[in-house]
T-cell receptor, first 113, second 108 residues
Framework: NAGVTQTPKFRVLKTGQSMTLLCAQDMNHEYMYWYRQDPGMGLRLIHY???????AKGEVPDGYNVSRLKKQNFLLGLESAAPSQTSVYFC????????????FGPGTRLTVL | AQSVAQPEDQVNVAEGNPLTVKCTYSVSGNPYLFWYVQYPNRGLQFLLKYITGDNLVKGSYGFEAEFNKSQTSFHLKKPSALVSDSALYFCADSTLTFGKGTMLLVSP
């Protein structure tokens, strides 16, 4: 049982390049989330999904897109990376009810030059 | 306005002493509240949660948290701190809002 995994662990991009971050979970969770963590800012929700084929915007969605084609995977895309998107990105998943805790992946450290 | 606040950026405590990491909330109604811990270069790990019932919630690694509705607080506590408890602690609510985090440093 791997839990929540994220690919890649590290990435360096140049401004304007695109990339996709992959999140996978093997716990059959309905809900999945993408957060970014910046110093002094805590975690901020980018996008989330309440089930296969559905996505919704979080607190800071601009510059990002997501897709949930399979229940176990949640992809985060950057179409044209900007230095302001330099951050550590965390994926999480949970069962559907709002009282359920989230399980987090190990994170992806992204640097945009 | 942020619905979860952690007023301290850092808490320092000596090993063996009790520790408290503070969290206040502003979610209306009956809140669901959570504490997570993050060790260096790792993802967040769930510690404990409050849903309803007993105001004192017990969690992993000897941590507990006290829910206080009149003070809208959910402070994390441990009777005797360990050096290995040194980490970043986050409070969160069910609206997917996290506090900014509090760094706990336990000195030997």
């Amino acid at each position: 049982n791997a839990g929540v995994t994220q690919t890649p662990k590290f990435r360096v991009l140049k401004t304007g390049q695109s990339m996709t971050l992959l999140c996978a979970q093997d716990m059959n969770h309905e809900y999945m989330y993408w957060y970014r963590q910046d110093p002094g800012m805590g975690l901020r929700l980018i996008h989330y999904s309440v089930g296969e084929g559905t996505t919704a915007k979080g607190e800071v969605p601009d510059g990002y897109n997501v897709s949930r084609l399979k229940k176990q995977n949640f992809l985060l895309g950057l179409e044209s990376a900007a230095p302001s998107q330099t951050s550590v990105y965390f994926c999480a998943s949970s069962y559907g009810e709002e009282a359920r805790e989230q399980f987090f992946g190990p994170g992806t450290r992204l640097t945009v030059l | 306005a942020q619905s979860v606040a952690q007023p301290e950026d850092q808490v320092n405590v000596a090993e063996g002493n009790p520790l408290t990491v503070k969290c206040t909330y502003s979610v209306s109604g009956n809140p669901y509240l959570f504490w997570y811990v993050q060790y260096p270069n790792r993802g967040l790990q769930f510690l404990l949660k409050y849903i309803t019932g007993d105001n004192l919630v017990k969690g992993s690694y000897g941590f507990e948290a006290e829910f206080n509705k009149s003070q809208t607080s959910f402070h994390l506590k441990k009777p005797s701190a360990l050096v290995s408890d040194s980490a970043l602690y986050f409070c969160a609510d069910s609206t997917l809002t996290f506090g900014k985090g509090t760094m706990l440093l336990v000195s030997p």
